[in-house]
């Protein structure tokens, strides 16, 4: 099967040869690898992204280097759509996009 808005949105860019810029993607609260995977295929599905490389590691958090036509924002709006309602993603800064767990279990200390 083909997935027809994907195709234009290739084509579209294609014909109009938009440079390509880096954005940083960071992706945080993450501890189990198989999650980490299946964000990382999330990402690796979306057209408007031409490359993806590792720019640094931390306990919990990676961020990723991103090659891409688009501005944050229409990148953003793709995230959200292709890893679904178990993340939040949002902007932080002009170039960065956070994504992470939409539900973090509370901090309970003190209650």
């Known amino acids: ?9 290739v084509v579209s860019e294609a014909i109009s ?3 390509t810029a880096y954005m940083a993607v960071k992706i945080v ?11 990382l295929d999330s990402l690796e599905r979306i057209a408007l ?5 590792y720019g640094s590691f931390s306990r919990g958090g990676i961020t990723l280097s ?3 036509p688009a501005d ?7 995230i959200v759509k292709e890893v679904g309602d178990d993340y ?3 902007l932080d800064g002009s170039q960065t996009i956070v994504i992470r767990p ?3 279990t509370p901090d309970l200390k003190g209650h």
Do not use: P, Q
Request: charged content about 30%; overall charge positive.
């Open 88 to 90: 939040s993603v949002a």
């Open 66 to 68: 991103v090659k891409t």
């Open 72 to 78: 944050a924002g229409t990148l953003l709006e793709r």
């Open 17 to 19: 040869g938009k440079d």
């Open 1 to 9: 099967s083909i997935d027809a808005s994907r195709l234009r949105a």
């Open 102 to 104: 939409a539900r973090e």
């Open 49 to 53: 992204i031409k490359d993806i490389s």
């Open 29 to 39: 609260a993450i501890t189990d690898y198989g999650v980490y995977r299946s964000i």
